[in-house]
């Protein structure tokens, strides 16, 4: 297991080293959040014995039941949420994550501020957009994304650090990262969260600063 993780890892790193340099102007540094979601512990662990240390989990639920554990054992860790918040988890997700990439909404940008506040923590967050405008699937409409990063900068004083986005599933990504791209640019915003397994090379040509990559570190989900 460990092995293959650990080659996993490496195999991704690489094709992250070649997407950029033949992408023309792609980010300064590229981080690579394993999504390690419904992966059995053993897994994770392999993945932090082979020195990796930031992820994504998109159920505050599952995230809380071992990462409080790894982290004790492991120094270092950077755990990003990449699944919707409710707001009744907001103050479990601002004490157990670092990077918020799901802020989808006036509501939840206000109680994460809050959280924020209190616990005297200031995670760096991301606006997830609905590039592909998909009524089952959580996000900023593009038009709307400039003024609601804005709003949450402005008023509501949540970090915005960058756009995230999850394009649909049977269309061309590139298009839907130019997208971002274009939007994040527009805002002035540094980070972009997008690629997964299947389109992280892509995503990295159109500038994304984290790629979210699960099966393709960790094999299939159970
Ligand atoms: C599950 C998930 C990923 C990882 O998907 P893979 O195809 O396994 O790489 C990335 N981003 C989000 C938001 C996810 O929910």
Redesign the pocket.
Known sequence: MTTTIASNLAAVKESIGKAREAALSPADDVELVA?S?QQPEDRIRAALDAGHRVF?E?RVQEAAGRWPGFRETFAGVQLHL??PLQSNKAREAVALFDVIETVDREKIARVLAKEMASQDRALPCLVQVNTGKEPQKSGIDPEETEGFVRLCQNDIGLPVKGLMC?PPIDEEPAMHFALLAELGKGCGLPWLSMG???DFETAIRFGATHV?????VFGD?G
């Open positions: 999504i979601k994504g998109n990449i699944g999850i997964m397994s299947g979210r990559v699960g099966t393709a989900r």
